[in-house]
């Protein structure tokens, strides 16, 4: 049943609560216009549009703001709240107008100015780094990083004081991880450290250490992507039905992106080092199955969203390594990736298994272990 079939109480309480939540769908359905407008700027958009997709979404997070900060929203949640009939809310209910009130406050306290220049920055900016990355050279880079990241600071500034966290890094953290501390972060990571260090030294002065040459085998990208395709059929992110809500193209840096009924993931793909799209894939499909499973009759609600980025990393990495670096899944999906190429036709099973578990200290991120 939808939740909203469930309200019992005065006509005025329920009244307000469709009305608001009518409000939100608009601001929720506009965000994922800007983010199928990302997908996007980084797998078909040409070069030369670059300043045209920054103003674009300057625009877009112009309307984006305004439809967040409507006066109506503020009337509508002070009713609801003033009404005898609030306490019987349920939680989920409840939930939802934290959210749309939290969301309300933040948006309010920050300028559209503010919004929309940095919606145009970052636009302008990640595409400095590709140039940047392209060309090994941190310069071409860095006066338009500086530029986001002193427009990010005037933004946590004012977060600050409105989600009253300790520091400005905390506003911005909760937009990531909400009400988690730097200090209970810092903790955290302080624990996982001491267990490491010793670890990672303990198997690098292991005198055994698995053979990887045979992972530098040349597959072609077009046997690559029949392999992707395996990937995401055995793990049921559909992406070629007449019915699917999902799809895989190729970007520099994998990521995903997209809202319950269209999850879109990318992926790299390398000749020599067929292993890197394979648990690309792997992980980016994890993010998708999580947007795709959310419970679909809160679509369009706060309560509809992800929970953090944690979680959602959470999700992703369960099925990269759980998953994905197990014996288990491979007894059953080897043989059919050795029918996709013949140049892994003679890759082994524990041999593979072992390889693709190895250790070894990596400065690029989505290649660490």
Known sequence: ???????????????????????IKDVVVLSTAEGIIHWDMEVYMP??????????????????????TNPEIGKLLNSIQA????????????????????????QTALPEELVADLAMQEVITVNAWKKARAQKNFNIYKVDLQKLLNLSKQAAQILMKIKQTKT?????????????????????????LGGLKPLIAKIEDCQTKPPTQFLKATVPVENQRKITQLITQTLGYDTSSSTAGGRVDET???????????????????????????FSVLHESGHALYEQNLKSQWQYQPVGSTC???????????????????????IGFLPKIKQATQSLGNLQLD???????????????????
């Open 1 to 23: 049943m939808n939740n909203l079939g469930r309200i019992t109480l005065t006509s005025n309480i329920e009244s307000d609560y469709r009305k608001l939540l009518s409000i």
């Open 47 to 68: 070069p030369k549009a670059v300043e045209q997709r920054s103003q674009q979404l300057a625009l877009l997070s112009r309307f984006h703001h305004k439809l967040g």
């Open 83 to 106: 009404d005898a009939g609030y306490q019987t809310l349920d939680e989920v209910e409840k939930r939802n107008l934290y959210l749309i009130n939290k969301s309300y406050q933040e």
């Open 168 to 192: 400005p890094y905390e506003a911005l953290l909760d937009n990531f991880e909400p009400k988690m501390p730097a200090e209970m972060i810092t903790k955290t990571f302080n624990q996982l």
């Open 252 to 278: 520099e840096h994998p990521f995903t992106t997209g809202y319950y009924d269209d999850v879109r993931i990318t992926t790299h793909y390398y000749p020599d080092n067929f292993t890197s799209s394979i």
């Open 308 to 330: 953090s980025f944690g979680i959602h990393e959470s999700q992703s990495r369960f099925y990269e390594n759980i998953i994905g670096r197990s014996r288990e899944f491979w």
């Open 351 to 369: 041999p593979f298994i072992q390889a693709a578990n190895r250790v070894e200290r990596s400065k690029i991120r989505i290649e660490a272990d």
